[in-house]
């Protein structure tokens, strides 16, 4: 029989049905975007700004290399947030009211580090953050890589947890899923809520939201 590691986290990540992400044009950077500042090689989507300078909101979404760009003193100080295009993006910054150039680039060398920009990274690094206490500052990959957590994505909470217990159930206790598959006997019940809330297991539920 497997064990599960000390508190295996698990995260279960909502599509949404009928969601779709759409991505808004923008305009080309600034010409204060130039060699001298670090470039985002990531797609984060675009990001919602507003000027303290002129007090309202600027008047069109920035790419993540204009706000890493963007000059506060000649451009005046502003802040910016995700403008909710790129779901994975808005997830990691769930709950800040504005992300800074210094988080965007910590965030695109941290999936730099693990060389893969898919889905699946952003939810580990957001599970790390969120879920484990790490900063995004100090995040690795060897950090990542480390986190014993398991991804189940499909446009049904309810399915998907499902799906998980059954398959962890087959994974670490494969002699008593035998033997509860070939049961014949009624009363032999499979309960997916008293397994997942198991001490051994960390839950988490994500609902995708894009516009």
């Not at 995260?11 to 060699?35: A, P, V």
């Not at 300078?53 to 890493?68: G, H, K, P």
């Not at 008293?194 to 960390?202: G, H, K, T, V």
Request: one cysteine or more.
């Amino acid at each position: 029989m497997k064990t599960p590691p000390a508190t295996q986290g698990m995260l279960f990540w909502g599509r949404g049905q009928g969601i779709t992400t759409k991505r808004e044009e923008t305009m080309t950077t600034k010409c204060n975007e130039n060699e001298s500042n670090p470039a985002v090689l990531s797609d984060f989507g675009t990001f919602e700004g507003f000027s303290f300078r002129d007090q309202c909101a600027i008047d069109r979404n920035l790419t993540a290399q204009e706000v890493v760009a963007w000059n506060h003193d000649a451009d005046g100080e502003a802040e910016f947030w995700p403008a909710g295009d790129h779901a994975e993006t808005a997830l990691v910054f769930k709950g800040q009211t504005s992300v800074t150039a210094s988080e965007l680039l910590d965030l695109n060398r941290v999936l730099e580090e693990l060389d893969d920009d898919a889905m699946e990274s952003f939810l580990k690094i957001y599970h790390a953050i969120h879920n484990l206490g790490e900063s995004l500052e100090n995040l690795t990959a060897e950090k990542i890589e480390d986190i014993n957590l398991n991804i189940f994505v499909g446009p049904s909470f309810l399915d998907e947890r499902k799906e998980a217990a059954y398959e962890l159930f087959e994974l670490y206790y494969p002699e008593a899923y035998e033997v509860w598959e070939k049961t014949h006997c009624d009363g032999l019940i499979f309960d997916v809520d008293i397994f997942l809330n198991s001490p051994c297991w960390s839950t988490v539920s994500v609902r995708r939201r894009a516009c």
